[in-house]
């Protein structure tokens, strides 16, 4: 039986990634949360890979935010995500461990990049510099996977996700990203009868985004069919304005006041649409609609965190 670890498992990605491996019959399932053992610590890493010996890990774990996070703690995002995949793939390599997935964030695509965006784009141009601690750690990781492949013919790969989201999310007003941003400050504004709410930005830039569930089933896929140096975007192939984005939200929540845009707020890359080609030449298809997701992710959160009044990033 093949036993998988998934770090980075308290996540929200971590947290599909085991729920949709469990629903398809992977049942020998490590995992490790920054409770269970703290990754940027090369000698704990090394002790817990040698003892469980699994034979896949996929590293879902990050330090992760949206643009006011990653713009005021430059030096958190870079070097804490440069501790833990240094010191992961490290412990991996010396744990013989036969395949290593690596998730990457399509923040490290160049700031101009041509749309829809080839996995050969990565370092043709400058990176949006409201992430760019976040996307040079990313590429120092997708880099070190590449290196082990190289020096040491490891079947390691990386992955490159599009925006995300779903279950256990992160609703926080200050680091969340656009999706949970927009369904915490409509829900807080119908919860508190306000005429208004105010997003940042113009609403123009377009944004491409993967209910998690959805993402979890790609990469298992991914993860049984592909072993390629280069990178493989997963995504939907489908992107919307953030403008249009909100209008979904705003409709899900029910919230019926106005929407104002504050465009002295930055709006970040104008477009991220990721060319999934060779994800569905594995035989990918896409089976849940935006507003789907959208509604799923609010009913929990009202039911998880609202209801049972969770202060779990709130």
């Not at 995992?31 to 053992?37: H, M, P, R, W």
């Not at 784009?121 to 601690?133: D, K, P």
Request: hydrophobic share 40%; glycine share 6%; charged share 25%.
């Amino acid at each position: 039986m093949t036993k998988w670890l998934i770090a980075g498992s308290s996540g929200m990605v971590g947290r599909g990634i085991v729920r949709i491996a469990k629903s398809q019959g992977i049942s020998d399932i490590v995992e490790v949360t920054s409770k269970t053992c703290d990754l940027r610590n090369l000698q704990k890493t090394r002790e817990l890979l040698l003892d469980i010996k699994p034979d896949v890990v996929i590293d879902a774990a990050a330090k992760v935010g949206g643009i006011l996070a990653n713009s005021t703690e430059p030096v958190d995002f870079l070097l804490n995500n440069l501790q833990i995949q240094a010191s992961l793939f490290s412990a991996c390599h010396e744990a013989n461990v036969r395949k290593v997935v690596f998730l990457s964030s399509s923040c490290v695509y160049p700031k101009l990049a041509e749309q829809p965006i080839k996995e050969s784009s990565l370092l043709t141009g400058s990176l949006e510099e409201t992430n760019s601690a976040y996307a040079i750690a990313k590429i120092a990781g997708m880099r070190l996977i590449q290196a082990y492949r190289q020096q040491y013919n490891r079947h390691w790969i990386s992955v490159m996700p599009t925006n995300l989201f779903g279950m256990f999310d992160n609703f926080s007003t200050n680091s969340s990203h656009v999706l949970p941003a927009l369904i915490r400050k409509f829900h807080d504004a119908k919860t508190n009868n306000e005429s208004k709410v105010i997003l940042w930005g113009s609403g123009i830039p377009k944004r491409e985004l993967m209910e998690v569930d959805e993402f979890a089933r790609a990469l298992l896929l991914v993860v049984d069919k592909y072993d390629d140096l280069e990178t493989i975007n997963i995504g939907t192939g489908k992107d919307l304005t953030i403008k249009e984005i909100s209008d979904i939200v705003k409709n899900v929540v029910g919230f019926q006041g106005e929407v104002v845009w504050d465009d002295s707020k930055p709006d970040g890359t104008p477009r991220k649409l990721l060319d999934i080609t060779k994800l569905k030449n594995l035989g990918y298809e896409s089976y849940m609609d935006l507003k789907t997701g959208i509604t799923n992710t609010y009913d929990w959160f009202k039911r998880e965190l609202v209801s049972s009044k969770s202060d779990l990033r709130l």
